[in-house]
Structures are given as C-alpha cells and as structure tokens.
C-alpha cells in the first residue's frame, strides 16, 4: 500500500468498515460474546479496548527501529500487557463496580487478537500518526458493534438498554443472556452486514 | 485421586472454555475450516496450556504472593508463554521441518488463547 494513498480517512474508514476487526477480520471475539451482556458492559469494554489499542498501535509504530524484527511479537505482547495492566488498576481505583463485573476480560484484552493484527499490518509498517488513527477507526469500529450487540441482547433478555425499560419484565426472552445467545445475534449481525456489503466476504 | 479426576471432568465438561465461558473464541472460529488445521491447533493450544500452567503456577503461588506483586501477574505470565511458544518451535524446527512448517503459524495463535487458565 503506498503512503500517499494510505491517508488518515483511508485508515478511518477501513477501521469502522471495511475491516472492522469484528465482522471482517472475526478478531477479539472472545470479549465480544462474553462481556456484551448488558449495553453498559459492552460500551466499558469496548473503551477499555479502544484505549489499550490506540497506545499500542503508537507505541509500536513510535518504537519500530527499536523492536527487533524476529521478536516483534514478544514486543506487542510487554506494551499491550503494560497498557493492560495500567488500564486495570484505573478501572479498579475509579470503577470498581465494572471492574468487578467484567472480571476476567480485563487482563485478557492483552491477547485480544485485534491489537496483535494492528501492530503487525499497520503499525509496525506506518508512522506513529497514521497508526493512532489506525488505532481510533478500529477500536470505534470494535467499540460499536459491541455496544450494538450488548444492547440488542440486553433488550432482548431483560427489557432495558442502558438501564431503561422499554419492554415489560413479561415479555423478556432470557435465552440471549446467554453464550449461544450471543453468537446467534453476532451471526445475524455479521449476515446483515454482508447484504449490506454485497456478495461475500472479501 | 478422585478429586483429580472431577476436577477434569469440571474443567472438560461443565466449565467448558469454548462452549460455556466463551473464551479463545478468535483461534476457534478462524482456524476451524476443516479438520487437519482444527486438530493442528487443537494439539498446540493443549501443549502450550499444559506446560505452562505447570510453569506459572508456582511463578503465581511461591513468587508474585511472596512478594506482593500479584498485579505484574498478566505481564509475567505472558513473558513465560511466549518463551515457551518459541521454545516449541525452536524443538520443532530441530525435530522436522516439516511439522515446522505446520505449526509455526498456529503456536502464536494459540498464545494468545492459553492465557486465561493462569489467570484464573
């Protein structure tokens, strides 16, 4: 890809869009279905994500001559646990009510694969300024459809979304709090974003 | 003995990494398109979970509790995996060149799924 062509909206768009790291690229799945819960949730996680991976991408890109070429995984892996481990310790001080409910997906979000495909096809490869920008469209990107699919199950399972009721406790279907729940509307998800696309997946 | 073996069939069954915690889910989805590379990852992320949870729980129990320093956890953990991702393939490399070939996209992959056992 050259430079020229390779401008900030290119790096945008393709975060939000063309390769959103959830429906195209299939990364980071393992939060996505787990964590979207509730809106609320999925809207943490997906600001916590977007956050680790932004000062990855730019540490990454910012230390390129530094990390040498055979071991680069080895050092996305001590940035990203860093950032990772700073952003827990935030979240425990200043929420610790979130911090407690999401549990285990926060130390994970340092092998959360969409921070590995960055790093390795766009930061380690472009300057610190494109990779920043790399790293706002995807983690947006990531950050929406979470939230999408967090509120969706949350309507769904307990009639609310971001704690406001909009369908009666009655009429609740609670099948998609659950595990399976979640990958069947992921599925419908990624179908109706293939229609919209057109054809298949490239 | 018989601990033992509920604690497996928990761990296999009930508490089910895939199917009920939803955990590794990206190496699951990507790689399982037919089955040669599904049991290719299948062997990888079982040697790289095994050995290291042999590894990182003493780390966790005699080190990081010792000393207080249970939040460098994450960090310490995945330096101690990713040591022993290359440590493999450099067997490997050495054994066959073929099974190199095999299994030298996979191991990274299952890196980065083995993690939550130690931490949990």
Sequence with gaps: MKEKKDNIFRRLYYGLWKENPILV????????LAVSTTAAYALTMGAFTTAVLILTNVFVSALKKIIPKEQRLLGYLLLAASFTVAGQLFLKAYFPDFSEA???????????????DRAERCAYVSN??????????????????????????????????????????????SFTAL?????????????LANKIRGGHRS | MTKLFYAAIIAAFVNNLVLTQSLGMDSFIRNSKDLATSVRIAVSVLIVTVVSS???????????????????????????????????????????????????ELLPWSLLTAQFLELS
């Excluded at chain 1, 300024?129 to 969706?152: C, E, Q, S, V, W």
């Excluded at chain 1, 595990?179 to 179908?191: K, S, V, Y």
């Excluded at chain 2, 590894?55 to 022993?84: C, H, M, N």
């Design chain 1, 179 to 191: 595990a399976p729940g979640a990958c069947i509307i992921l599925a419908f998800i990624m179908a």
């Design chain 1, 25 to 32: 690229l299939c990364l980071g799945l393992c939060p996505t």
């Design chain 2, 54 to 104: 042999l590894i990182t729980w003493p780390i966790g129990r005699y080190v990081l509790d010792k000393l207080q320093i249970s939040f460098l956890s994450t960090i310490l953990f995945l330096l101690v995996e990713a040591a022993l991702v290359w440590f493999v393939l450099f067997v490997m490399k050495k054994i066959s060149v073929h099974l190199y070939d095999h299994y030298k």
């Design chain 1, 128 to 173: 610190p300024g494109l990779a920043l920008f790399d790293g706002i469209g995807t983690g947006i990107g990531y950050t929406f459809i979470i939230t999408l699919l967090g509120a969706i199950r949350e309507i769904i399972a307990f009639g609310t979304i971001f704690g406001i009721r909009l369908i009666p406790a009655d009429y609740t279907i």
């Design chain 1, 102 to 116: 999401l549990g285990i997906f926060i130390p994970l979000t340092a092998v959360n694969g969409v921070i590995y």
